[in-house]
């Protein structure tokens, strides 16, 4: 009988629970056994389990978040009491002591890497790609996205109201990391005025430019749909210099000073949405709000989309399994799924290409990208 593990790790993500019913039932029904590991890699480094058998799968489907809880704690720098040590032997010892033929983690792109990092130690893995960020490179989708699009679109619909009736700008920002594609999509579908998107560096002065155009027109409200990511023409000078200096690194030395300066120009750059609404008030005479989304994109039941992709990925994983796959993630390829070899995977990101047809549809609405 074949035994397999699941983990989820990273921030979590509506679907999870969804997957893992997924995989969970597929496996039993094919004669496996089924071990959950709690608070991703450290559930497996302390060997904190949890059986799944049937009854622990069901009532799961709709459930937000991830009943075997997450945490974003990477195997090979794992905080154990005051020092951070690789601890990926231990889970080696876990993935033994309980005769796993499998480990399937499912998480976004550190995920990726972290679970890759467990292949050089001998153990069987496969992933599926869950983020609200869209941004795992190979697949066509992660699940998470659909639901968190609908929860921003919601929020800019019901902005639009109050932004109309006091005569505002808000401003929303939306989660995505350095990708931009919840911003996109849900300003497109929220119709909002402005789009900010970390792809597109920004112009403030054209920003205010397009809202200015907008009063004149007799619309004195707008909506600036803004991604956590985005920043000024400007700001991306400075961190793209950053960035280049790590890849440049002479030695381990250099590259360590170069990565803690691109740290701290990260940490400048927390609060640049409260920022720009500052800075857009004064430049436009208009009252201007913020609200920032935040958790409550990755919160609640998972969309009837996202369930479908985790069921769908969920159970082509356990074919996958079947075939003696492993080392791959289980990537979504139109309607169907596709075994890509982990190591495709690890170290890219997929951002939203300038020529994507979104941004082409954006601009040709009228909506300003700032650019
Ligand atoms: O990767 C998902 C995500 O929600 C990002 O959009 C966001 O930048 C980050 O996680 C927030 O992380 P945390 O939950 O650790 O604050």
């Excluded at 929860?151 to 639009?160: N, P, V």
């Excluded at 027109?217 to 210099?241: P, T």
Aim: aromatic share 4%; charged share 25%; glycine share 12%.
């Amino acid at each position: 009988m074949k035994s397999i593990g699941i983990l989820t790790a990273g921030g979590d993500s509506p679907g999870l629970n969804a997957a893992i019913r997924a995989i969970g039932k597929a496996a039993l029904e094919s004669g496996m056994q089924v071990i959950g590991f709690r608070d991703g890699f450290r559930g497996l480094m302390e060997n904190r389990t949890v059986r799944l058998r049937s009854d622990a799968l069901s009532g799961i489907l709709t459930v937000g978040g991830t009943v075997l809880g997450t945490s974003r704690d990477k195997p090979h720098k794992m905080p154990v009491g005051s020092k951070t040590l690789d601890m990926r032997e231990a889970m080696v010892d876990t993935y033994q002591k309980h005769h796993l033929d499998v480990l399937i983690c499912l998480g976004g792109g550190g995920t990726q890497k972290n679970a890759y990092r467990l292949l050089d130690n001998g153990l069987n893995i496969v992933t599926l790609p869950k983020t609200i960020d869209n941004d795992v490179y190979g697949t066509d989708v992660t699940f998470g996205f659909d639901t968190a699009l609908v929860i921003a679109t919601e929020a800019i619909d019901r902005l639009h109201s109050t932004a109309h009736s006091h005569h505002r700008i808000i401003v929303v920002e939306i989660m995505g990391h350095n990708a931009g594609w919840l911003a996109l999509g849900a300003g497109i579908a929220g119709g909002s005025d402005v789009i900010l998107i970390p792809e597109i560096p920004y112009d403030i002065e054209v920003v205010a430019k397009a809202i200015n155009r907008r009063s004149r027109a007799g619309k004195n409200f707008s909506i600036v749909a803004v991604s956590e990511g985005a920043m000024s023409k400007e700001d991306a000078k400075v961190l793209n210099k950053a960035r280049d200096k790590i890849e440049k690194a002479k030695d381990k030395a250099e590259k360590s000073k170069a990565k803690a300066a691109l740290t701290e120009l990260e940490a400048q750059h927390v609060g640049n949405t409260l920022r720009l609404t500052r800075h857009l008030e004064e430049l436009t005479g208009l009252e201007s709000r913020l609200t920032i989304l935040g958790h409550l994109q990755r919160g609640g039941t998972p969309s009837a989309a996202d369930r479908l992709l985790a069921t769908r990925l969920g159970t082509a994983c356990i074919d996958f399994i079947k075939e003696g796959k492993s080392g791959i993630m289980v990537a979504a390829r139109g309607e169907g799924a596709e075994a890509l070899p982990l190591e495709q995977v690890v170290g890219k990101r997929k951002v939203v290409p300038l020529d994507h047809p979104w941004i082409d549809a954006a601009r040709r609405v009228g909506t300003s990208l700032g650019e």
